[in-house]
């Protein structure tokens, strides 16, 4: 049996493209794949996954992989990383994630077209600054910074994705609070909001009730105040044609909850948001 490679990178490195296959090999550091091109057979610890374009590892010194190609062309791209900055991104989400991706769990999942784009733009980006490394005010740990920000992006695309597809709430419910975050939807009456969707008035506010503490009426209040209180320390509106943006009829009960909650009137609000700005 050949010895098995042992990947050592200076710590100066960033970032690589590779159209060519990797033979089985360790690491000293971790290394984010980011699959590009082609259709790949990515095996890490064993254990065979397909990778296609979009799909992303983080692979680091608990692991050996080697990558074959089963289409071509084949494009995918490795950004570098220490063990120190991967425990560090981590644990900004969870007090265990870094264990388990060092023990149980394979660190991979698939990116939205759109996020893994960006994802490849920044990586593009580095791969040309990194050239000018010492002109221009340009230095390597600055690029680092930003390399650790796109594994800080990523992580959190992962985390994200992992309580999406195992929820605390009904995926539905999760639905319902998405189509909420917009203004447009979330001034309507609670009768309006309700005839939009599939589900009856008693079982979206059992659900309101059971996850988030609180009924679906005053769900929305939050949500207005909260939006009215934004557009008070950002705009020119006055607090009557604020009062109508975030859904009120009456000017009167507007200001009582807006005071309930902020413990100010609207007019106070935006005096103190100015003497702040």
């Not at 690029?143 to 994200?160: A, D, E, M, P």
């Not at 659900?207 to 949500?223: H, M, N, P, Q, W």
């Not at 006055?238 to 943006?245: G, H, P, V, Y």
């Not at 309930?260 to 100015?274: E, I, L």
Request: hydrophobic fraction near 35%; glycine fraction near 4%; charged fraction near 20%.
């Amino acid at each position: 049996m050949s010895k098995l490679e042992r990947m050592v990178l200076n710590k100066n490195v960033l970032c690589r493209k590779y159209t060519t296959p990797n033979r089985p090999h360790s690491h000293n550091g971790w290394e984010l794949v980011l699959f590009e091109k082609g259709e790949t057979s990515n095996v890490v610890n064993g254990v065979e996954f397909i990778a296609k374009p979009g799909d992303v590892f983080l692979i680091g010194p608990p692991h050996i992989h080697a990558i074959t190609f089963r289409s071509t062309p084949h494009l995918h791209r490795d950004l570098y990383y220490t063990s120190e900055e991967v425990e560090a991104v981590c644990a900004t989400f969870s007090d265990d994630l870094y264990e388990k991706i060092c023990t149980n769990d394979v660190f991979t999942f698939h990116i939205s077209a759109n996020a893994f784009q960006t994802v490849i733009r920044q990586e593009e980006k580095l791969e040309s600054l990194s050239v000018l490394i010492g002109k221009n005010g340009i230095s390597n740990d600055e690029l680092k910074k930003i390399s650790v920000s796109v594994l800080h992006f990523v992580v959190g695309l992962y985390r994200t994705k992992t309580f999406t597809n195992t929820p605390a709430y009904p995926k539905w419910l999760l639905d319902i609070l998405q189509l909420l975050s917009s203004p447009e939807n979330f001034t309507k009456s609670v009768g309006d909001v309700l005839s939009s969707m599939y589900y009856s008035h008693a079982t979206v506010s059992s659900a309101f009730r059971k996850y988030l503490g609180v009924t679906l009426s005053e769900y929305l209040i939050s949500l207005r105040l909260d939006y009215a209180a934004e557009l008070l320390a950002n705009t020119s509106m006055t607090a009557l044609e604020i009062c109508s943006a975030v859904g009120y009829d009456s000017f009167s009960y507007f200001i009582k909850q807006f005071k309930k909650k902020f413990g100010v009137t609207p007019h106070k609000y935006r005096s103190d948001s100015k003497k702040t700005q």
